[in-house]
């Protein structure tokens, strides 16, 4: 249902507009977020990333580019969605 992904340094894995296809942990380094040219956030691991996207099928609201190399666990987002529809509450523990 996931997969395990390396990235090198600048790796973009969400692009702001984009189709929001997959879903992220962030296993090792770290990724920096911006919306409109603006810095949000640095995540480092543990971090999750593209749930909004993937949960409302809208683009994705923000670019995730690879500051390190970085380790991630990836899921496709209809695989998301089916774990999500079979687990209640699960979206909103998503989310925050």
């Given at each position: 249902?996931?997969?395990?992904e ?9 692009i ?9 942990v ?16 640095d ?10 996207g993937?949960?409302?099928l ?32 699960l ?6």
């Amino acid at each position: 249902m996931f997969s395990i992904e390396k990235h090198p340094v600048g790796t973009a894995l969400a692009i702001e507009g984009g189709d929001p296809t997959k879903f992220y942990v962030l296993l090792s380094g770290h990724v920096t977020v911006h919306r409109d040219g603006a810095h949000l956030a640095d995540l480092g691991p543990g971090a999750q990333f593209g749930e909004t996207g993937v949960l409302s099928l809208e683009n994705r609201n923000a670019t995730v580019i690879a500051t390190t190399p970085i380790r991630v666990a990836a899921i496709m987002g209809w695989d998301l969605r089916t774990v999500v529809d079979a687990h209640d509450g699960l979206a909103a523990k998503l989310s925050n």
